[in-house]
T-cell receptor, first 114, second 111 residues
Framework: NAGVTQTPKFRILKIGQSMTLQCTQDMNHNYMYWYRQDPGMGLKLIYY???????DKGEVPNGYNVSRSTTEDFPLRLELAAPSQTSVYFC?????????????FGPGTRLTVL | GQNIDQPTEMTATEGAIVQINCTYQTSGFNGLFWYQQHAGEAPTFLSYNVLDGLEEKGRFSSFLSRSKGYSYLLLKELQMKDSASYLCAVRDPYNTDKLIFGTGTRLQVFP
């Protein structure tokens, strides 16, 4: 099993550009999450999904969009990149069967907006 | 409100024992997780506590007191590879059971 994979690993964007961060999990997990982590800070939840076709906002959703058309994929879209979106983005998945489930994280995407 | 507090940085010596504290104030409580995150890498699961007391896993132990809103992660026989950030996270049922993360404690282990 590959677990949770993310592409790309690194990206530099210009202000106003758009891009999609890809996330795929092969563990048949129901729940998926997108976090951002700024230097010296904890993980902030951007969006999450409890199953295909269902998404909801987290703590910091502004400037982002998501979709969940399949169980495996949960892409994160940045429409008009801003310097404040410079961060490391982690995708995570969780079985969703109970409160003891842990989250499994992808390797992260390091995004710089100039 | 929701708040999870951890010390920002700690240092320790190889072979020693270190205790990383976490205090939390959340609307509800459905368990507390500890994750390890090496620099430039993803967080990985270390431990889970939902009942009061100590959970031991090899060199790592985690303790929980729900009445005090307090947990600690105890690392014994420290090794250089234990240099990492340690994240405390609480599952909050009043927040649709999502995890609320602390800012993490950066531990540096010196020879």
């Amino acid at each position: 099993n590959a677990g949770v994979t993310q592409t790309p690993k690194f990206r530099i964007l210009k202000i106003g550009q758009s891009m999609t961060l890809q996330c795929t999990q092969d563990m048949n997990h129901n729940y998926m999450y997108w976090y951002r982590q700024d230097p010296g800070m904890g993980l902030k939840l951007i969006y999450y999904s409890v199953g295909a076709g269902i998404t909801d906002k987290g703590e910091v959703p502004n400037g982002y969009n998501v979709s969940r058309s399949t169980t495996e994929d949960f892409p994160l879209r940045l429409e008009l990149a801003a310097p404040s979106q410079t961060s490391v983005y982690f995708c995570a998945s969780e079985l969703g069967a109970g409160r003891t489930d842990t989250q499994y994280f992808g390797p992260g995407t390091r995004l710089t907006v100039l | 409100g929701q708040n999870i507090d951890q010390p920002t940085e700690m240092t320790a010596t190889e072979g020693a024992i270190v205790q990383i504290n976490c205090t939390y104030q959340t609307s509800g409580f459905n368990g507390l997780f500890w994750y390890q995150q090496h620099a430039g890498e993803a967080p990985t699961f270390l431990s889970y506590n939902v009942l009061d007391g100590l959970e031991e896993k090899g060199r790592f132990s985690s303790f929980l007191s729900r009445s005090k809103g307090y947990s600690y992660l105890l690392l014994k026989e420290l090794q250089m590879k234990d240099s990492a950030s340690y994240l405390c996270a609480v599952r909050d049922p009043y927040n649709t059971d999502k995890l609320i993360f602390g800012t993490g404690t950066r531990l540096q282990v010196f020879p």
